[in-house]
């Protein structure tokens, strides 16, 4: 599968931004997808996660209350509605997919599929 992640740009402190991760090849229909972020100068962190089946999501600290994942099985994509956007917030945006358990959603190396990342950035 192929993952396509779009909707990156830039907005001021307080803005909203709608991300998308558009999968080909194969159905997102399954598994868990998410978005990961990576801000300069740091490692790449969880921000959010959507199970396919359940429709359970999971949300980094930092981003709960502002940040929104869905999944729309029509259009087989994953979206991150993001409001209240931060300064702190700028990085390059990630969607990957996988199949793991719940424990280990929040961990990067169980996802097989990545996206090409979409920049984020936030002015204050």
């Known amino acids: 599968v192929q993952l396509q992640a779009s909707g990156g740009g830039l907005v001021q402190a307080g803005g909203s931004l709608r991300l998308s991760c558009a999968a080909s090849g194969r159905t997102l229909s399954s598994g868990v997808t998410a978005w990961f972020r990576q801000a300069p100068g740091k490692e790449r962190e969880f921000v959010a996660s959507i199970r396919w089946s359940s429709g359970g999501t999971l949300y980094a600290d930092p981003v709960k209350g502002r940040f929104t994942i869905v999944r729309d099985n029509a259009k087989n994509t994953v979206s991150l509605q993001m409001n209240s956007l931060k300064p702190e917030d700028t990085a390059t945006y990630y969607c990957?997919?996988?199949?793991?358990?719940?424990?280990?959603?929040?961990?990067?190396?169980?996802?097989?599929?990545w996206g090409q990342g979409t920049l984020v950035t936030v002015s204050s």
């Open positions: 990957a997919a996988g199949s793991m358990p719940w424990g280990l959603i929040r961990v990067e190396d169980q996802y097989n599929y």
